[in-house]
């Protein structure tokens, strides 16, 4: 799709917060997904993929938690927003590992 065409379909949908719009927006859409449903499939792919990743992000600042409290090191405030704060997998699980071994809670956390 070219930049203009582009450009004008976002024209003619609008991008307010006008409860008429957004209804056409949704009409809009629901019936180019239903004309392409290997893009709809693909978008329901890539939402349930979101979907498990913020689970597993999820789990992983519980169990973090988890080991910290079973280990008896107090988490400061900053710290407990540092672990909510973050969606990275990788961190948080790096955190964890750290968790098992630190001495205290901001260990945990370098």
């Known amino acids: 799709m070219s930049a203009t065409v ?3 379909l976002l024209w003619w949908v609008g991008k307010g917060e006008d409860p008429e719009v957004k209804a056409r927006e949704r009409e809009i859409l629901q019936a180019l997904l ?3 449903p290997d893009v709809q499939q693909k978008l329901v ?3 349930i ?3 498990i990743e913020k689970g597993r992000v999820s789990e992983a600042r ?3 938690r988890r080991v910290l409290a079973q280990r008896q090191l107090a ?3 900053e710290e407990d927003a540092r672990i909510e704060g973050c969606a990275e997998l990788d961190v948080l699980e790096r955190w964890l590992e750290r968790a098992v071994t630190a001495a205290t809670a ?3 956390l370098t």
């Open 6 to 8: 582009r450009e004008e």
């Open 49 to 51: 993929e979101k979907g």
């Open 34 to 36: 239903g004309a392409n």
């Open 106 to 108: 901001a260990d945990a």
């Open 45 to 47: 792919e890539k939402g």
């Open 62 to 64: 519980t169990a973090l």
């Open 75 to 77: 988490l400061r405030p």
